[in-house]
């Protein structure tokens, strides 16, 4: 069975962006982007990463967004933002995907993860956003976390689960630490 992670960055206190959605005042440094290019490729967006094929994924084979995640690229004129991987938007008020390669699911989202846990292949990424990583928290479905965590406090915003969600106990598996402040924290949900 293939693993769910949880990859996304966040603050101190625990935003992964600010209520209006934008994550300006993240740390983007050059030795952090090089690390996320060498550790993570099949994570950086299309129009940021470039030309890629599926056997430069390293982690990743598929990749589950709600609609308010996926709606940045959208913003940006992006409506396959990881070709490289099996792409799927989870809204309840779109109509249709913009894009043949991505596939919309509108309701039973646990249903269709299990199905794709239970399928060869790479793990299956979270990207966001805190609704859906809710959702599939207290469904018992996320298997690891890894965050990217920024040395910056929001003080508001979205926060990394949405809505009350269980206390989890988390094992530290590994971490990453950059100079410029952020960290990479591997954890797995026991």
């Known amino acids: 069975m293939r693993p769910l992670i949880y990859y ?10 600010h209520p209006d959605g934008s994550f300006d005042g993240f740390s983007w440094d050059e030795e952090f982007i090089a690390g996320l290019l060498d550790s993570f490729p099949e994570t950086i967006p299309v129009h940021m ?18 609609r308010k995640t996926y709606d940045l690229g959208l913003q940006a004129g992006v409506t396959s933002p990881y070709p490289t991987l099996d792409q799927y938007v989870f809204s309840r008020s779109m109509e249709e995907s913009p894009d ?23 793990a299956i990424w979270l990207c966001g956003g805190g609704e859906l990583a809710g959702d599939l928290l207290r469904a018992g479905l996320i298997d690891q976390l890894i965050i990217k965590l920024n040395p910056v406090v929001f003080g ?3 926060p990394l689960f949405s809505g009350k969600v269980d206390m989890t106990p988390l094992k530290l598996t590994d971490t990453r630490v950059f100079g410029s402040g952020q960290m990479i924290l591997y954890y797995d949900l026991s």
């Open 156 to 158: 508001a915003g979205i």
């Open 49 to 66: 990463r470039g030309e890629a094929s599926k056997e430069d994924n390293k982690w990743f084979d598929a990749v589950l967004m709600g």
């Open 8 to 17: 996304i960055a966040t603050t101190l206190d625990g935003y992964i962006a």
């Open 100 to 122: 043949t390669a991505v596939t919309l699911v509108k309701d039973g989202v646990e249903e269709l993860v299990q199905g794709l846990k239970e399928e060869e292949g790479k």
